[in-house]
C-alpha cells in the first residue's frame, strides 16, 4: 500500500495543505473550553465530561466517515501532528520529574513499584485483541495505558506510520474520550464500596495520564473535601513517579512482554478466526530470503 508523503518545501506550503486542520483544531478547543466541566451524579458515583471528551467527538464527527469535513488525507496528515502538539506536555513530564526527584528517591516501594502492576492487563488486553482481529496494532494497544510518552516512544520505536503506532494512537483517542468518565465513575464507586483508605485511592489516581489523574482526583476529593490537600498531594507524586518509571518499564518489559506473547498468541488466534497468520507468513517470507 501506497504511503502517503507529508514533506514540504516551506512552512508556507505546509500551511496552505494543513490549515484547515490547524483552524478546525483551534475551533474545537474553543468550543470544548466554553462548555467546560460539567458532573453527572450517578448512584453513589459520578460521571465527570472533561473538555477534551467534547473536542475528541467533534474531531471525530468531522472527519470523512461521518460529516466529511476532512478528507482522509487530511486525517492522515493530522495524525503526524499528534505528536508535534503533545511534545510540550512531553518535556512539561520531564521537568517535573527532574525537578521531584527527591519526592521520588523518598517516597515508599509501594509509589516506586506501582507501575509494574499495569503489566498485568496485557495478559488480558493482547488476547483481547487479538480475538477482535487486531494484528500488530495490539502491541502498541496493550502494552501500556497508552498516553502521550507512551505514544511517543511508540512512535520513536515502530515509526508513526507502523500497525503499531496506529494501534497506540487508537488507545489513546479512545483513553481521551470514555478514560476520563470511567476513571470518574470507578474511583467514586470504589470509593463508596470503603474498601480502601482514602490515601489508596489518591495514590491510585496518578496511572501516568494527566487528564485521567484529573478526573480520579477530582471525584474523590468530592468524597473527602477535607483531605483534599493530602489526596492531591498523593495523586500528583503518583502521577509523577508512573510517568517516570512508566516509560522505562514499557521499554525494558512491557513492549517486549507484548511482542513475545504476540508471536506466540497470533497463531492460534488467527487460526480461531480462519484467517491468516502474520507472524507465520513472515517466518515462511523470511526462510524463502535465505534461501
Sequence with gaps: MKKEAFQYPSLKARMKNEYRIILAAFVFILIADSIGQIEIPLGPGKLILFPIFYALILGVLSGPEVLKFFRKKEVKAASKLVIVAICPFIAKLGINAGASIEVVLSAGPALLLQEIGNLGTIFLALPFALLLGLKREAIGATHSINRESNLALITDIFGPDSPEARGSLSIYVVGGMVGTIYFGFLTTMTAAAGIFHPYALGMASGVGAGILMASATASITAIYPDMAA???????????????????????????????LYTWLEPKFAKLRHEPSEVLTRKAEEKVEEA
Design 230 to 260: 493530602e489526596l492531591s498531594a498523593l495523586a500528583s507524586t503518583s502521577e509523577t513517579l508512573s510517568g517516570l518509571t512508566g516509560i522505562y518499564v514499557a521499554i525494558f518489559i512491557g513492549i517486549p512482554l507484548c511482542q513475545k
